[in-house]
């Protein structure tokens, strides 16, 4: 928890920082707000809720002869949340009078996916969602690489991509090679890239009815080679014929000039006009962040949509995220070794409990170093001090006070830096000067 | 949210301070961890999840004329969170190995339970568990009274009573009106004693099997009025011939001395020897927090408890535990007005956008803001001044940058104040100094 909550308010702090609003949207959503939204394949990973009370009442035996998919919806109405983005429209369309349009929020909770559990792939997961509804302005999506640079740059994970692509040009190439309307399986293939290679998405594309020409006419894709602007340009003389290529290289353009403007030199930019990022519903800017040097799939991901709300009567509201996978970039700061050392500390000092009469020292001690901010314990029991030492190491807390017999004739309090070794005698406000001293 | 962060921060803040450690556990337990933990009543209130996959292959005709009651083991082996105390004891058992003991931890997260919604109950709500395993020292109870005191004293809700009681007084009285073993069924009458009165008490406790000599030897419990002290004084002699009484009474007593040994000279704290919150599991003290002139049940509640973990084969483990409700204490704040009023501003200063050309100056500044850590935005599109000023203000930013034709010639920028109507003009580093001298 210590270091989900590093990277947690790292992210938060951003968001903020850029004008998000957080909210949180229930656990529990009507089927019928989730179902036909993730395709056949969510609909069954989705975890469903079966009704309360006697659910089997008005079940009858043909019910189950029909099978399990047509007896679900007769045993449950709700299931977990799957995404952010399907309670995020419902959310805005159903306070869309009260809301002030652009609506900016952030949302960090988990989602729930009866899936197979793996390595990055979880059945309960945390997602981390900043979206901007109700404005097409490409200052968004300049603002979302910013974002991107300055989380991850705050996390120290310093190499890493932004991938970008627009909609617009991926429907411009399946336009260049007479495909057009065959984008969706144009889509599926050419975002295979990267896992199968060039042949492959090939063989894919032919047996799904692409003619051998268009395979011909689609190798400038694998031959756009170079920096942002370069591809730009090589891209920009391909598609100088297609009108939505046209558009789409401009707002590619567009992009790599705001961000420039906004002064961030170094954008970790990367153009890939095969990024298509499997959903249908993106329409402008196509993002995904790749960590590199760590064998991991993206930690982010997002785009611009203009129908998010469409499903639920609220149509042509457009809007830009992203989402950030915190648990795969928790997976990448542990595997690149990124985390602070001390994030497990909560407690700083211990007190030694050697028996009730030293309480009249230990018990007011112990209030004067949480006044100052100091997070302290006294061990519960009256038991020897060695095993006190052993707890007190086996916790990594950083200081330990002995409070025995001598102190107690004394006055004067010993603490010990549990990882030097050392020790030092002190009356108690010298010693909480100490302390702060120390720990802040 | 920015309510509820301000509560919880409140709360993260005390348990740290008396060094719990948050943990997490996942949403999803399997339904033999949640089953028959709660009673017959919790059993039904369980959110039970369908199986994943062709659940109903098995099913027969004579699964379905068997009833839902044992129709649902054959379709459904998961449940959501009811609690934050089962997965825990069920976490402690499964790391017992790697815990230091005693072992403290915090938990908030959202628990669910199949209700019908009214004020103060909900299908989802937080749940902010603090508990200490692996001790029976006192200690841990009088620093939960100092958290308690100190949460809500952070809060602003100054006017509370800590309601304290033991179980073993109650198990005394029990045993004092010749009803032993029937301490159970005594609880459960005289928990209601709050909402039902002294008649409807009696009448329970008399159709319950109890004769009328008990109830009349039961009267002192009625009569034992005053202060902490008083009331221990008055319970002492009525319970002296006892022994699990004398023992109960030592032990508030105990408790009494350490919150005073702590420094603190106003506990809040009242002796209810009625207290029994139902949960059979207490075993030493009990503790309830009323908000008083608020119509609201109670906020937190909790005890020790001897066998946490024994149904999960771990047998032995005394532990104490307090439960913080969080969106009740929303509700109460919210009532008595107790949040602050500049808790929704997320944004601080937004910038006017009048057009392309004045992104010159307008993103670097914005740049600038934000590396200062304010809060701030550019108005997404180029609209009329009017609209942005009604956005401004409706999304209650307290500053606007005006950045239009005069502004990009003189170089010299404008801010607003929104809720003063002032304006001012400066270059954009004065500007800076200007909003962090206003904002921080």
Redesign the interface.
């Known amino acids: ?2 270091k989900r ?1 590093f990277i947690l308010n790292q992210i938060k702090s951003t968001f ?9 949207t ?3 959503e009507n089927l019928s707000v989730l179902m036909g939204k993730y395709g056949d394949e969510g609909d ?1 990973l989705l ?4 009704n ?6 008005k ?3 043909q019910d ?1 002869d029909n ?2 998919k047509s ?2 919806p007769k ?2 109405e709700k299931g ?1 949340r799957y995404d952010l983005t399907v309670p995020f429209a419902r959310f805005v369309v159903m306070n869309r009078n009260d809301l ?1 349009m ?1 609506f ?1 929020r952030f949302q960090i909770q ?1 989602v ?1 996916r ?1 899936d197979k559990p793996q390595r990055g792939r979880y ?2 997961f945390y997602q981390c969602d900043a979206d ?1 509804v109700g ?1 097409n ?1 490409l ?2 999506e300049a603002e979302i690489v ?1 974002m991107l640079n300055e989380i991850f740059g705050n996390l120290k994970i310093e190499n890493f991509s932004i991938k970008v692509n627009n909609r617009k040009i991926l429907t411009a190439i399946a336009q260049k090679i007479g495909a057009d309307g065959n984008e969706a399986k144009f889509c599926v293939a050419i975002d295979k890239l990267d896992k199968i290679g060039k042949t492959k998405v090939e063989d894919e594309l032919l047996a799904n009815g692409f003619e051998p020409q268009m395979i011909v006419d689609l190798q400038p894709i694998f031959e756009i080679t170079g920096n942002f602007n370069e591809k730009l340009a090589k891209l920009e003389d391909w598609l100088s014929d297609i009108e939505m290529g046209r558009n789409g290289v401009a707002e590619l353009k567009e992009l790599g000039q ?1 961000v420039k ?4 030199e170094t954008p970790n930019l990367e153009l890939d006009i095969t990024l298509a990022r499997g959903l249908s519903y993106y329409t402008g800017a196509i993002f995904e962040v790749k960590a590199l040097g760590v064998n991991m799939g993206s930690i982010s991901g997002g785009g611009r949509y203009d129908n998010l709300t469409g499903s639920f009567g609220m149509p042509g509201l457009s809007g830009v995220g992203i989402s950030l996978g915190v648990d795969r970039i928790y997976d990448v700061m542990e595997e690149l070794g990124l985390f602070p050392n001390n994030l ?1 500390l ?2 700083q000092v211990m007190i030694t ?1 050697l028996g009730n009469e030293t ?2 020292i230990a ?2 001690l ?2 004067l170093l ?1 006044a100052n ?6 061990y ?2 009256t038991s020897k001090l060695k095993k006190q030492f052993e ?1 007190t190491n ?2 990594n807390i950083p200081f330990l006070i002995i409070i025995g017999t001598d102190e107690l004739e004394s006055g004067l309090l010993t603490i010990k830096n549990m990882n030097t070794g050392e020790q030092f005698k002190f009356d108690a406000n010298e010693l909480v000067a100490f302390v702060k001293s120390q720990v802040f």
């Not at 975890?47 to 079966?50: Q, R």
């Not at 309360?52 to 009442?57: A, D, I, K, L, R």
């Not at 403007?261 to 961030?264: A, D, K, R, V």
């Open positions: 928890m210590a909550n903020s920082k850029f004008g998000f609003s957080q909210i949180e229930p656990t529990i069954q975890f469903k809720i079966l309360s009370g006697n659910f089997s009442e079940l009858s035996s189950l099978g399990y007896l679900t045993i449950s977990l002030a652009p900016k988990p729930w009866a059945r309960e901007v404005t302005s200052l968004c910013l705001l403007s906004f002064g961030l497990g909560s407690t409990n309480f009249q018990l007011p112990l209030t949480r901010c100091i997070s302290a314990e006294i519960p029991d707890y086996k916790r």
